[in-house]
């Protein structure tokens, strides 16, 4: 029987001693029987992170829970909070504005310098499209979390030059990155999954 956590964030994936991801705080999940699709259930998450479409219908669905995912891969990938009332209102909101970026060709100003550093340009290029198709308002147009891992696990198995590397933007080249790293990882605390974003997307979720 599915389990929906309804409240997936940053806040609720752990890290042990290995760096393998963790999901805490069950305390708002639901069971869905096997027989249905959705339950209608009291609207509960955290701003940010919330499905919209779960917001204004009331309805959670097991594609509920990967939108929430959707939100926490955008903050790993640009460091950016999911809210944020320091950001003009086009960038307010995380998931609009990635996905808007992803659609004006604009994505790499918007990516931490690190994941630049580390991933190359078929890597960020798919995993920005895995991230905006998570972020499908209708959630019968999100893939399912299974098909979100697998396609994490084969992420990790691409190889190829790093995209900063590519152009010319080394790890001293501050001036360069400057404009492509906003707020610090660090700054979300060691024992969440900002204290290792590559690990981390790594390991979030196994599809065993």
Known sequence: ?????????????????????????????????????????????TFGYLDPEYFFTSQ??????????????AELLTGLKPLSGGRNDEEKNLADYFVSSVNNNSLFPILDRRVLREGNLEQLQKMAELVKNCLQLHGEDRPTMKEVAIELEGLRKLTGIAWSNQHGRGDDDQDALSDLYTVSIDSYGRNTLY??????????YNPS
Do not use: C, W
């Open 1 to 45: 029987m599915p389990i929906i956590h309804r409240d997936v964030k940053s806040s609720n994936i752990l890290l042990d001693n290995s760096s393998t991801a963790k999901v805490a705080d069950f305390g708002a999940s639901r069971l869905i029987p096997l027989d249905q699709t959705h339950v209608a259930t009291l609207v509960q998450g």
């Open 60 to 73: 959670l669905t097991e594609k509920s829970d990967v939108y929430s995912f959707g939100v926490v891969l």
């Open 195 to 204: 204290s290792d974003s590559s690990r981390i997307m790594h390991h979030t």
